[in-house]
């Protein structure tokens, strides 16, 4: 069975599942953008969900699929950012119980962001790393589910439910350009939108500060590389062993670019002066990567998604500082 025989029914049941829980979010076109490229530009306003981020799909999908005797033995999670804030959020939705474990390392703002959903935040000595290890722990010794940000089949179905929407709201979609991390949300939009437009072209961005899929993609295999500190955070890390988005990223995307932190920058600010709306780096990843292409999509119809909106505001003053 392909990747796309395999993801586009799971995603489409998703779909149905989330309807009741979870917003379609704005589909908004940017002129500015149109103008430099000579292509019709959507943006995908995925900042707009109740987490500020497109990983409550995920999230909400996973534990609704879990069932109520799965969500009831609990749920565990690793997170200093958006999954964290996307499970905490799911759970209190659900009224289920959980834990999130952070790092002691973790920056106090991302931290309350989790909190403010009223889940049990446990910290960790070290590094994130360590806060992912207490949590698998945890949850063998206990009997809860582990809920990785990207690596199960329903986190990725969840995030693919992006396309089904993208499909309904427009007409037309030559290619889709999406920030690219641990890969779920690239390849389960992919996965979907295939199944209806075979000749769409899913683009994964990357950060050059943070390319680990794109690299173990050129390599063959899962690649342990390093990476650098890069205002798309949402992205940056590296993949687990046998991550399932590693084989469905190679199937299903069709090209890849890394940007530079000027470039991420850049378009960050300069969405913001246009669509007014708070956005965060790794959205910016997928406008830098666009426009990247230059006047290659001129004529035809692109997608960006907007992935999240969850900018600390430490970095938002700086980078208003810098602009100034």
Same mark, same amino acid.
């Given at each position: 069975?392909?990747?796309?025989e @395999? ?9 149905r599942r989330?309807r009741?829980?979870?917003?379609v %979010? ?5 002129l500015e953008l149109g ?7 959507l ?5 707009l969900?109740?987490?500020? =981020? ?7 999908n996973?534990l609704l699929?879990?069932?109520a ?5 609990g749920?565990?999670?690793?997170s ?5 804030a996307?499970?905490a ?10 834990l999130?474990?952070?790092s002691?390392?973790?920056?106090p703002?991302?931290? @309350?962001?989790?909190?403010r959903?009223g889940?049990?935040v ?5 590094d ?6 207490a ?9 809860r589910?582990?809920? =990785?940000?990207y690596?199960?089949?329903p986190v ?15 007409e @037309?979609?030559?290619a ?9 949300l ?7 939108l ?17 390319p680990v ?9 899962i690649?342990?590389?390093?990476? @650098? ?14 991550a ?13 670019? %890394?940007v530079?932190?000027?470039g ?18 790794a959205a ?19 997608a ?11 970095t938002?003053r700086?980078?208003l500082?810098?602009?100034?």
């Amino acid at each position: 069975m392909s990747a796309i025989e @395999r993801l586009a029914p799971a995603v489409a049941a998703a779909e149905r599942r989330l309807r009741e829980h979870l917003r379609v %979010t704005e589909l908004v076109p940017s002129l500015e953008l149109g103008k430099k490229s000579g292509a019709t530009v959507l943006c995908k306003l995925e900042n707009l969900q109740p987490t500020g =981020s497109f990983k409550v799909r995920g999230a909400m999908n996973a534990l609704l699929e879990l069932g109520a005797e799965g969500r009831g033995r609990g749920v565990v999670a690793a997170s200093t950012g958006n999954h964290g804030a996307a499970v905490a959020w799911s759970l209190a939705r659900l009224g289920a119980p959980g834990l999130v474990y952070v790092s002691e390392e973790a920056s106090p703002s991302k931290v @309350r962001a989790i909190e403010r959903w009223g889940v049990e935040v446990r910290r960790v000595p070290g590094d994130p790393l360590e806060a992912e290890l207490a949590a698998r722990r945890e949850a063998e010794e206990q009997g809860r589910t582990y809920l =990785s940000p990207y690596n199960g089949w329903p986190v990725v179905a969840g995030q693919g439910t992006t396309a089904v929407e993208l499909a309904r709201q427009a007409e @037309r979609i030559d290619a889709v350009y999406v920030a690219l991390g641990g890969g779920g949300l690239a390849a389960g939009i992919a996965g979907y939108l295939k199944s209806l437009r075979p000749g769409v072209e899913v683009i994964g961005c990357s950060p050059e500060n943070s390319p680990v899929m794109i690299e173990s993609v050129k390599a063959g295999r899962i690649l342990d590389l390093p990476s @650098r500190p890069t205002l798309s955070d949402g992205t940056a890390g590296g993949l687990e062993p046998g991550a399932i988005t590693f084989d469905l990223c190679r199937e299903l995307i069709d090209g890849y670019v %890394t940007v530079s932190e000027a470039g991420i920058r850049a378009a960050l600010l300069d969405f913001m002066d246009e669509q007014h709306l708070l956005i965060e780096g790794a959205a910016a990843v997928a406008i830098a990567g666009f426009l990247e292409a230059g006047r290659r999509w001129e004529g035809a119809t692109v997608a960006l998604v907007i992935c999240g909106g969850n900018l600390g505001l430490d970095t938002l003053r700086a980078l208003l500082c810098e602009a100034a």
